[in-house]
């Protein structure tokens, strides 16, 4: 069983940054693939970014050059640092540990991301 808890959203400014954290429980952090992935109201969720234990990194088109995915395995943490944020960034973003297909896939509850003059 793991426990995902987001945090670092909130409201900013378009151009401004936030760095949302994920803090997980649970064993055996390292086998799985953390990600994030946002839900704007009215759209479907997508992912955001992903990262694997061993650094291997992917990110959508939409935030490439701008975002910046990272973990820290001995603190069971990863993290997401946005720059340049843009008004179409607004979603709540999801912290999600998917790991072998035997395992459940796991998200966390969502931190409110909204950007906005």
């Known amino acids: 069983q793991v426990q995902l808890v987001e945090s670092g959203g909130g409201l900013v400014q378009p151009g401004g940054s936030l760095r949302l954290s994920c803090a997980a429980s649970?064993?055996?952090?390292?086998?799985?693939?953390m990600g994030w992935y946002r839900q704007a109201p009215g759209k479907q969720r997508e992912l955001v970014a992903t990262?694997?234990?061993?650094?291997?990194?992917n990110y959508s088109d939409s935030v490439k050059g701008r975002f910046t995915i990272s973990r820290d395995n001995a603190k069971n943490t990863v993290f997401l640092q946005m720059n340049s944020l843009k008004p179409e960034d607004t979603a709540v973003y999801y912290c999600?540990?998917?790991?072998?297909?035997?395992?459940?896939?796991?998200w966390g509850q969502g931190t409110q991301v909204t950007v906005s003059s």
């Open positions: 999600n540990a998917k790991g072998p297909p035997i395992l459940p896939v796991y």
């Open positions: 649970g064993r055996d952090f390292s086998i799985y693939v």
């Open positions: 990262i694997t234990s061993g650094g291997r990194i």
